[in-house]
């Protein structure tokens, strides 16, 4: 390439870089995958060789990437939290062996080989064993003090187990979420009618980065330990010792890590690890080889940017190829359309794939994603399959745009985009596929849990006029049932009995069940909680919804819309007339209940009880704990080394007390 056109693309590929970097580290919303990612940076690598007269400090290729963001107190790592050099090739790893190999002068060197988590890297010091802070990588030197979120990770001790605990260390590893906690939020997210979240690590590293404790409270997170910054005094000499160590501590750590020598042998531990990574429940993109030995580490030493006695060995994202024979629009219970791709059958990952999904109009277009196209398909976050491009180069001669609807393929009603949502809705409350959505999710596990009442019951049901609203299953006759297919008197019989114990449901499930806009399962156990009865909540003011904890504004217009809405009404008063008598349980009994409708925050270190005593003690009496002070908090509970939160609750004349008051207000004269 000529001299002109190369400075030209290290200025492209430059600047496309620090916006690629500004969306995964400070957005978290990747717009490619690690894999397109370090092509581009190796291809700026390999031009900025050779040039090595342009000037390349202020290169994204010399820099580790920047979490900090506003709103978080900066904090300096004792020792800085570096990068790893990473490969996706075989012989690129054995040359990394051999270099270690001769800059130690060894014939062959000891190895760890262990997951590479794919997660949010973190830095936690614990001082005489009790953590103190946490921090982000941030640059590498500096990062954010993300202590407040962290609290909420239930699988991290604040405290370690003895023997052999330094005074201070930083101890490294990486904030992820956990599939199943992943399809959980995204469950509510879509029952809500919000965008599912894309993948479970921007999740965890939005999550680790918002303001909203009650939020962050919401998502449960989890942590692996593997990494060593500073420690005083040095209380281990090698890797494999560490995670150890760390295990005794009693810190979650990897369930298996290779300690081999030699680079056959570490090979074949690469093997290993990438047939069991299925079975870790934590996301895995590659293994990391570090050498064992610390003293070895040391003199080995490390460039600007990374160790030069670790590497990361990355597992290419599994996809397939295979042609997309049609497009098929899916309308959920909530009149969403979702195109999906219908493929001939292929293996990806273990499973034969023949859907995947084009999420949504927008992406599909941006993909041009044709009827009859070769495509490449990958499993999301490994979870959902979706169509990453088209194999242009055999796209068919004669295939056109894909043209989405404009009226509902389900009941021919024009569909209508609402302003402010990527989603194009089918209006029709009416729509077939909009009934049958909506029944299975009221019988569904999650809501009224009514068994025997699934996707083929209800599609008979609908199909042939039976059944069109929820109140209808309370209608349902024995004869009716016996003219399903598969229906027999015993299997009839089960299934009236399981309609009428549904009538004794949680409140909350009734609440979610009914498909109210926004509310999932946590909002609706919020409402149940705050007030009690359907038709409390029917005749709640936005003022008396939006002052719940847990409902926002988005979310209580919502709920003010649904029972607005006149047939809502008449299908909520048609299935109490049929005898539905939901129950909200009382726990704890009434008179112990001494801190009901109080919210607390705890804060600093208390004399006697630990934080999580104090916090069970609080909600063995009603009582409510969030991780934040607000105009909500009613009592701030404050121990020694208090730090903003009274400072804040002071600002916000909340009422600040101690252990023994509260002890005091909970005893029952
Ligand atoms: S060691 C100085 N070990 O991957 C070496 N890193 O792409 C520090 N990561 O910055 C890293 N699993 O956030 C190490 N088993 C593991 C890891 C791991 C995930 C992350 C870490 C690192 C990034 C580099």
Not at 598 to 627: H, N, Q, Y
Request: contains cysteine; charged residues 30%; glycine residues 8%.
């Amino acid at each position: 390439m000529s001299q002109a056109s190369d400075l030209q693309r290290i200025a492209q590929l430059r600047q496309e870089i620090r916006r690629h970097d500004e969306l995964y580290h400070r957005q978290a919303k990747p717009e490619i995958g690690d894999a397109e990612y370090d092509l581009l940076k190796r291809e700026l690598a390999d031009l900025e060789a050779a040039h090595p007269e342009l000037p390349s400090e202020d290169s994204p290729s010399m820099a580790v990437g920047d979490d900090r963001v506003e709103g978080f107190a900066s904090y300096r790592h004792l020792l800085p939290m570096q990068s790893l050099d990473n490969t996706y090739s075989k012989d690129e790893f054995f040359a990394f062996v051999a270099r270690v190999a001769k800059g130690l002068e060894v014939e062959q060197a000891l190895f760890t080989v262990e997951p590479k988590i794919d997660g949010v890297a973190v830095s936690l010091t614990y001082e005489r064993g009790k953590l103190i802070r946490a921090v982000t990588r941030g640059n590498g030197v500096e990062g954010d003090d993300i202590t407040a979120n962290v609290a909420f990770i239930k699988t991290l001790p604040r405290e370690l187990k003895g023997p052999n605990l330094p005074r201070l260390i930083e101890i490294r590893g990486e904030i992820f979420m956990r599939d199943e906690e992943f399809d959980r939020l995204n469950a509510e997210r879509i029952e809500g009618g919000l965008e599912p979240f894309k993948n479970p690590r921007n999740l965890a590293a939005g999550t680790v980065k918002m303001l909203d404790r009650e939020e962050v409270a919401k998502r449960q997170l989890d942590i692996m330990l593997y990494g060593l910054g500073d420690c005083q005094p040095a209380v281990v000499s090698s890797q494999s010792e560490y995670h150890d160590q760390l295990k005794t501590w009693g810190l979650p750590v990897v369930e298996r890590f290779w300690t081999v020598e030699g680079p056959e042998r570490a090979w074949a531990a690469i093997e290993e690890l990438e047939a069991a990574k299925a079975k870790f429940p934590y996301p895995t993109d590659g293994a990391v080889i570090k050498l064992d030995s610390f003293d070895q580490q040391d003199v080995l030493g490390a460039t600007s940017k990374a160790p030069r006695w670790a590497i990361a060995y990355k597992f290419a994202a599994e996809q397939a190829e295979t042609v997309l024979k049609r497009i098929s629009i899916q309308i959920g219970r909530t009149g969403v359309l979702t195109p999906v791709a219908e493929l001939e059958p292929v293996q990806l990952a273990g499973t034969t794939v023949s859907r995947a999904t084009l999420h949504n109009q927008e992406e599909m277009a941006r993909k041009d994603v044709r009827e009859g196209d070769s495509v490449l398909i990958e499993k999301a976050g490994e979870i959902i399959p979706a169509v990453v491009r088209v194999v242009m180069e055999k796209r068919p001669a004669e295939s056109g745009p894909f043209s989405f609807p404009a009226k509902c393929p389900a009941c021919d009603t024009e569909v209508s985009k609402v302003e402010g949502e990527v989603a194009v809705r089918c209006l029709n409350i009416e729509c077939p596929d909009q009934v049958r959505g909506r029944l299975e999710h009221f019988a569904s596990r999650q809501c009224l849990d009514i068994e025997g009442l699934g996707e083929a019951v209800v599609d008979q049901l609908v199909a042939k006029g039976i059944v069109s609203t929820i109140s209808d299953i309370y209608r349902l006759e024995y004869e009716q049932l016996l003219g399903l297919e598969k229906f027999a008197e015993k299997s009839a019989r089960n299934l009236l009995a399981a309609i009428e114990t549904s009538k004794g449901v949680e409140l909350w499930r009734l609440l979610h069940g009914l498909g109210i806009p926004q509310v999932g399962a946590s909002a609706a156990k919020d409402l149940a909680k705050a007030f009690g009865s359907v038709a409390a909540i029917a005749s709640a003011s936005l003022e008396s919804l939006v002052a719940v904890d847990g409902i926002g504004e988005k979310t209580a217009s919502g709920i003010v819309a649904y029972f607005a809405d006149e047939g809502n009404r008449a299908v909520i008063d048609s299935l109490f007339q049929a005898g539905m008598a939901p129950v909200v349980p009382v726990r704890p009994s009434e008179e112990e209940a001494v801190l009901a409708g109080k919210t607390f925050v705890i804060t600093g270190t208390l004399p006697r009880m630990k934080r999580d005593e104090a916090k069970e003690l609080i909600e063995s009496k009603g009582g409510k704990v969030s991780g934040s002070v607000s105009k909500k908090t009613d009592y701030l509970l404050a121990g020694e080394a208090a730090g903003s939160k009274l400072a804040k609750a002071e600002s916000l004349g909340v009422e600040v007390v101690s252990e023994a008051e509260l002890l005091r207000m909970v005893t029952v004269e």
